[in-house]
């Protein structure tokens, strides 16, 4: 069965039209990669708990600052990897200088015995939609369309 994860992408409205919030995850596997590897704060669903308070958790400890608004409900995409996420869009200012992500533990380097700790998150940047559609990661790619579609019928 593939795993179930929640995330959010946070948007804004820039001086260039609407941004949303993109994060490159921490860890030796991400270290030097950029186009491709930017993505929505996401993880995964805890058993008993709903999708909006998963995505909401785990942005927070992702990005270190507090969720609040009401969500809308994006899109559901299956990552390259197998994994099912269920996405969810929220107009939300964050400076990303102020990012304080969560850490995780991993033995580094590969059958060291030595463990290394590293952030889940490395970086978070505002991106325009052209940008993000370049900088994403392609799987999911399909989260910015969605998000599309959605304000625009928010503004008919």
């Known amino acids: 069965m593939a795993q179930r994860s ?17 994060v490159r995850p921490g860890g030796p596997y991400w270290r030097g990669k950029d186009t491709g590897a930017w993505q929505i704060p996401k993880g995964l669903i805890e058993s008993e708990e709903d999708s909006w308070a998963a995505a909401c958790r785990e942005t ?3 990005l270190g600052v507090a969720i609040r608004g009401t969500p809308v409900t994006l899109d559901t995409i299956k990552q390259a990897g197998g994994k099912i996420v ?11 200088s102020s990012i304080k992500s969560s850490t995780f533990e991993l033995e580094w ?5 030595r463990r290394a700790t590293f952030p889940e998150i490395e970086t978070a940047r505002w991106l325009s939609l052209p940008e993000a559609e ?7 790619k399909p ?5 599309k579609r959605q304000l625009a019928s928010l503004s008919r």
């Open 6 to 22: 929640a995330g959010l992408l946070l948007y804004r409205f820039g001086n260039a039209g609407v941004e949303v919030l993109l």
């Open 134 to 140: 370049g900088a994403m990661l392609k799987s999911q």
């Open 60 to 62: 927070e400890e992702e």
């Open 109 to 113: 380097p590969p059958k060291s015995g």
């Open 86 to 96: 269920e996405a969810f869009a929220l107009e939300q200012d964050v400076d990303p």
């Open 143 to 147: 989260l910015l369309e969605a998000l």
